[in-house]
């Protein structure tokens, strides 16, 4: 099985590619991966595909990392599909098993058996790339695990990377010193690598590590933005330079245009992020997540120039501009919301910024309809109690308070302000002694929140 590009592949795939990431691009992991092993599935041998499907499945994992018996549980999970895909491989049936394993890393990309079950899979696929790729990922989470060290040293050998090669071979031998065999693999590493020619080897070998010798650089950073939290001006215009040269290779995927924007947006070029929005917007009308990187990268153009303009001293100017950017803000969300009724985050949003400039009515309606969504529906019952206490009624308050309680489990901030604002509202009703109870639940776990110490020692004092 033969590596291919994105522009080998049929167009159904690049489309899956496209959508999966762009969802990598804005967090929606789930999507990502759906799409992306998608791409898998009907393009084996497409690597980039493979690398974003395990970006994205680490993040996830990330994000909820689990506990010894959650990762146990997982693994009982994988088991029938693990003996399933062993017995694939040990049949000559290498793709079928390279499918299997990739369910398997779904279901935890960090599982070592799945890992190596996959790099297996991927060699008798005629994919060493692929392998590396993962293990090389593997190396990061088990910089010690020596199964995936050596498998990876003998990659690097195969493929002729041969520093690396040796890199791996140093590090078995500090773990396993008195090892004959891990001996004899780092000699036969050093004379290779001593007749290694030059070429790509020299420029993989600068650095030793995949991220180092992943072609594109933008793809590069995508993969290391979460342990790169500063960029140099330098990063940036090598980004931008490369995103431009994918952009004449192929002018119609709107992922290279969103890409662009970002990183003009990043050096403050807002001009020309908005230029690539507007190219993108116009190869795919009517995304909404286009929409809405064009609101915010706008929104960032006007407060830089507010930030200049307060610098230069200029207080009128300044003002005005404020007032430019916030009508901008008010008439762009109410255009969205009227483009996308149904989007539950625009109705929030719209919901809230009514309720800032007092059309309580309005506001409210849009957080009956933004509750009916599980991400938003706590925020929402906050605000429509708040609105409801603007308006002085404060029954119809407590019961959207109290609901949105009943939901929470746990006594995080949220819960905490939750429980804070019914003090307040029913010491409005008069009820004091109902008010202390919501208070004392926050005393006992947060002493320090906001007024809450004085509040319950005055309860006691009277």
């Known amino acids: 099985m033969a590596e291919v590009t994105l522009e080998q592949v049929p167009q159904k795939v690049k489309d899956l590619f496209n959508r999966g990431f762009a969802a990598f691009e804005r967090g929606n992991l789930d999507y990502a991966i759906d799409m992306l092993m998608s791409c898998v599935e009907l393009s084996p041998g497409l690597l ?33 599909t693990y003996f399933v895909a062993t017995a694939r491989l040990k049949a000559n049936k290498p793709e079928q098993a390279l499918l299997l394993a990739e369910k398997l890393l779904r279901i935890n990309p960090l599982h070592p058996k799945s890992i190596m079950l996959f790099a297996e899979a991927s060699v008798a696929a005629g994919l060493p790339e692929a392998a590396i790729q ?110 431009l040269k994918k952009i004449d290779s192929d002018p119609e ?15 403050k070029a807002f001009t020309e992020a908005i230029s690539a929005l507007k190219k993108a917007i116009s190869l795919n009308p009517g995304d909404p997540e286009l929409d809405k990187t064009m609101s915010a990268t706008r929104t960032l153009m006007f407060n830089e120039d507010i930030a200049q303009l307060k610098a230069a001293g200029d207080s009128d100017a300044m003002e005005a501009k404020v007032l430019e950017r916030d009508q901008y803000i008010a008439d762009d969300l109410q255009a969205r919301v009227a483009r996308y009724p149904n989007d539950p985050e625009l109705r929030y949003e719209w919901g809230s910024l009514l309720f800032q400039y007092q059309h309580l009515n309005e506001a409210i309606q849009q957080f009956q309809i933004s509750q009916r969504s599980p991400k938003y529906r706590i925020r929402s019952l906050y605000k429509l109690a708040m609105c409801f206490k603007q308006k002085g009624q404060h029954d119809l308050a407590i019961e959207q308070l109290e609901k949105a309680g009943l939901e929470l489990t746990s006594m995080d901030q949220t819960k905490k302000d939750i429980l804070y604002e019914l003090g307040q509202i029913t010491e409005l009703t008069g009820d004091r002694e109902k008010a202390a109870g919501y208070y004392k639940q926050i005393y006992q776990v947060d002493i320090g929140y906001k007024d809450i110490a004085t509040k319950v020692e005055q309860v006691y004092k009277q």
Not at 253 to 267: D, F
């Open 134 to 243: 993962t293990l090389e990922i593997a190396r990061d989470f088990y910089p010690s695990h020596i199964k995936i060290i050596n498998w990876l040293g003998q990659l690097y050998q195969k493929v002729g990377r041969t520093k690396s090669a040796r890199e791996c071979f140093e590090k078995l031998c500090e773990i396993c010193p008195n090892d004959p065999g891990a001996l004899k693999m780092l000699k036969d590493a050093l004379a290779i690598d001593s007749m290694a020619a030059d070429g790509w080897q020299n420029a993989a070998d600068k650095g030793g590590t995949y991220r180092d010798i992943i072609k594109d650089t933008d793809e590069a950073h995508l993969l290391e933005q979460e342990s790169k939290a500063v960029q140099t001006d330098r990063d940036t215009e090598v980004l931008i330079a490369n995103t």
């Open 48 to 80: 980039r595909a493979r690398k974003f499907l395990r970006a994205a499945e680490i993040q996830k994992k990330k994000k909820k990392p689990g506990n010894v018996v959650s990762d146990a549980l997982l693994s009982v999970k994988g088991l029938p």
């Open 253 to 267: 995927n709107i992922n290279y245009y969103r890409q662009l924007s970002k990183l003009y947006a990043q050096k």
